[in-house]
């Protein structure tokens, strides 16, 4: 009888609801924003202090930006939609440099966008064909277990603290624990701006390519088409973890015909992988009928 309930609280313990994701963790939530991250000052420009979520000015040599129809109310709303999920919204027009967000600069754990940040770095290195493999299954198929190999084959605690410093990520730091991947910390501002960063530097085609070719269900069986990902014109990373005892973690960032970097983050309480989904799908339908676009 003693062994049958150990047996029963082994398994309780270890249950994840509906999906076996990347990640799944069971401590207790800590304080992700330590350390010089800059938290949410409720203002949406690209640099820290700079004027607020209201600056739409347009550029004087491209057309018109659409973040000129998003207002501070917008974005909020936009956010709203995600119900229970609590969620960091930013759009970057990469030609104005102009941006709005809604806890832009709150932090949460990564999951699996931080292959992204660690592949910026690695791909600034002398590469063999194995690494290169590596790096597109991590970040078309969201392969962990190529990204576990790249983390310790290129030094992914402090490649992270390279690309922060590199890209100006003020509130993306390393995890505590050097083998949880899944915990770097990022916010939705520094995701827009790394998209930024990497669109001007020489990575950006292999970033690009691997990007373009994810497919809609990733190497470890999650469906990874929420979000951003299979909308016409968007190539995205995608993240999901599932964090004991019931937090659903769903992000997708990327880039708009070229033209904008799109971050949106969740977190949802529900430990409803169905819930979590419905809850970004809308924010993110949200988000990019403002840019006009039907997704």
Not at 41 to 70: N, R
Not at 207 to 213: E, N
Request: aromatic share 6%; with cysteine; charged share 15%.
């Amino acid at each position: 009888m003693r062994w049958a309930l150990i047996v029963f609280l082994v398994a309780a313990v270890f249950v994840v609801p509906e999906a076996s994701p990347c990640q799944a963790h069971g401590k207790p939530s800590a304080d992700i924003s330590r350390g010089p991250d800059v938290l949410d000052t409720g203002e949406g420009s690209l640099d820290p202090g700079d004027a607020d979520i209201s600056d739409t000015g347009t550029s004087d040599t491209g057309p018109s930006s659409a973040i000129s129809d998003i207002s501070a109310a917008d974005i909020s709303d936009m956010a709203a939609a995600g119900g229970a999920s609590d969620v960091g919204i930013a759009v970057l027009d990469l030609q104005t440099d102009q941006v709005v967000s809604e806890q832009g600069d709150k932090p949460f754990y990564s999951a699996s966008l931080s292959k992204l940040i660690l592949a910026t770095d690695a791909l600034q290195q002398q590469l063999s064909a194995d690494d290169q493999d590596l790096i597109h299954r991590a970040l078309s198929a969201s392969d962990d277990n190529a990204m576990d190999v790249l983390w310790t084959r290129f030094d992914g605690m402090d490649a992270i603290g390279r690309v922060a410093a590199a890209a100006g990520l003020t509130g993306t730091h390393a995890p505590d624990d050097p083998s949880q991947w899944g915990e770097v910390v990022i916010t939705a501002n520094d995701m827009v701006r790394l998209y930024h960063y990497i669109l001007g530097s020489p990575v950006r085609d292999a970033v690009v390519a691997a990007l373009s070719s994810a497919p809609a269900t990733a190497a470890d069986g999650f469906d990874q088409a929420f979000g951003l990902l299979g909308v016409t014109g968007v190539y995205a990373k995608q993240g999901w973890m599932y964090y004991l005892p019931s937090d659903v973690y769903l992000h997708s960032a990327g880039v708009l015909d070229n033209r904008y970097a799109v971050a949106v983050l969740s977190t949802s309480p529900t430990g409803s992988w169905t819930t979590a989904r419905q809850s970004i799908n809308a924010v993110a339908a949200a988000v990019l009928a403002k840019l006009g676009v039907k997704g």
